[in-house]
Every structure is written in C-alpha cells, then in structure tokens.
C-alpha cells in the first residue's frame, strides 16, 4: 500500500465542492488489489446537522451513500488514471445499501472501496464506512463514467 | 481455470442472474433475447452482470469482450472461450 492523497490532489479528482466534498484525505491507494481507504471527518459546522437534527446531529443515510460514491471515484481514478485525467462527469446507476449504525459529530469515518470490476466507462464496486473499527454502513455501487468528448 | 463449467447448470444460474439484474421475469430471458433492445440492460448493468459472474466463476472477462455480450447466447459462447472449452 503506497500513496497519501490531501485534499488538494482529492480536488483534482473529484468534481465535487463545498458544500458536496465528502472526502478529506486518501490514506491507501492499492492498484494491483484495486483498493482505497478514504476519510471523512464530520464537524458540529457541518451544514446539515442544522436540520438533521435540531439538537440531535446525525448523518444523513444520503450523504454516507455520497461519501461512498466520492470514495468509489477515487478507487477509479487509481485504476484508471489515464481517464480520470480528463475530468469525466461520475454518475451513479445503482446503489445497494446498508446502514448499521448512526454517524455523528466528532467521528470519523473511514472508508474503504474495493473493485469488483472497473471499466473505462463503469464500475462495480463495494464499499465499507466504518466509525472506531464498527460497520457504520456498506454499500455495492454501481457507476458510470462519461467523458465530455463522447457525449 | 480451476474448476470445469457445468454448462447446463451455468446456463441456468445465468439466467436467474440477467433476470434479476435487468428485473424481468426467467419466462421472458431467452438465450436469444438482445440485452440492450429486448431486456433494457445498459451499460452499468452489462457490468454488473460482468462483475457477478467473474465472482461466481472466478474467471475474468476482458474488459473489450464486454461489447460483444449481447445475448446470453453471447455470454455462454464467451465463458466457454475463456474457460478453454
């Protein structure tokens, strides 16, 4: 396992912006094994624990199923540099999730994707988001991948 | 490939999965049906079908077969090419 990726590198990436970037740093990029374990700080200034919920903060199912899709985008990118350079649009097809327990302010959530098959123009992939060590959620993604030229 | 094909039972097992992906009934899976115009499979959902079968097969389909998987039909005369048949 080699490669730490900050947050300027994650931009170069990832399409995604405030108030829509859901990954702080990549801790692991594994090529050969197509793996990649990102992370996620959540904050009591995080913009949604305003409403979600008033004096009970917990993150919404939504945004840990984006904070996995942003993770499955960078497991690409480490497949498939060549087309990631070009800034393609991501979208997603099929999201099977499962929530296990609740994400808060303060916990960290620790992402890890892994291929199950990755093309030019898709993947198939899993996800796991966990908090302390604990399964907070797991997700198979099913994405597309489109380059500007091609539409 | 480390274990033989069982073609009847692969073909079976084949069409459990296209009918589960593309959400069509297995009355309506002909080996001849055409993915994209007869079962609306698209592109993402090729892939899954790909991802299932390398995981269920052990085998791995490259990635410029993937094209040319257009039937179920298609998909038995490719794993019979890669699994050396």
Redesign the interface.
Known sequence: MEGIWDINKIQEILPQRYPFLFIDRVVSIDEKEGKVTCLKNFTANDYFFTGHFPGKPVVPGVIMIEAMAQASIIGFAAIKPEVASKHPTYYL??VEAKFRRAVTVGDQLVIEVKK??I??????VTAVAKVNGEVAAEAKI???VILESHR | MSQEINMDKVKEEMRNLVAEISEKSIEEIKDDARFSEDLGIDSMMALEIVASIEKKYKVVIPEAEIPNMRSLQNVYDLLGKISGK
Request: charged share 25%.
């Open positions: 097809g099929k199950e098959k093309v030019n123009n898709a993947g198939v099913m994405f597309g």
